[in-house]
């Protein structure tokens, strides 16, 4: 059974920062095969970053230079390293395992 579980959302003030974290199982863990999305309130889901098998990085235009996504293969988890958050980075923010099987997701709030 594949589960992923996000954490560390919170309420952030613009300019500060968050560690996301997604906790894999059930899964042949790869961070080649997982990528965070995000929607924000009447948008669509979109892709925030995704790392290819040759270790090669893509990120959302909109959060290039200030997000980094990171993972570890043996403790089966990804990481995403915000900074210089913006209000318009709030959403919900999900990650997956190949587009297939999501997390529950974590609300990342930014505002004053």
């Known amino acids: 059974q594949v589960q992923l579980v996000e954490s560390g959302g919170g309420l952030v003030q613009p300019g500060g920062s968050l560690r996301l974290s997604c906790a894999a199982s059930?899964?042949?863990?790869?961070?080649?095969?997982m990528a965070w999305f995000r929607q924000a309130p009447g948008k669509e889901r979109e892709l925030v970053a995704s790392?290819?098998?040759?270790?090669?990085?893509n990120y959302a235009d909109s959060v290039k230079g200030r997000f980094t996504i990171s993972g570890d293969n043996a403790k089966k988890m990804v990481y995403l390293q915000m900074n210089s958050l913006k209000p318009e980075d709030t959403a919900v923010y999900y990650c997956?395992?190949?587009?297939?099987?999501w997390g529950r997701g974590t609300q990342v709030t930014v505002s004053s």
């Open positions: 997956t395992y190949r587009r297939d099987y």
């Open positions: 790392i290819s098998l040759g270790g090669n990085t």
């Open positions: 059930g899964i042949i863990f790869s961070i080649a095969n």
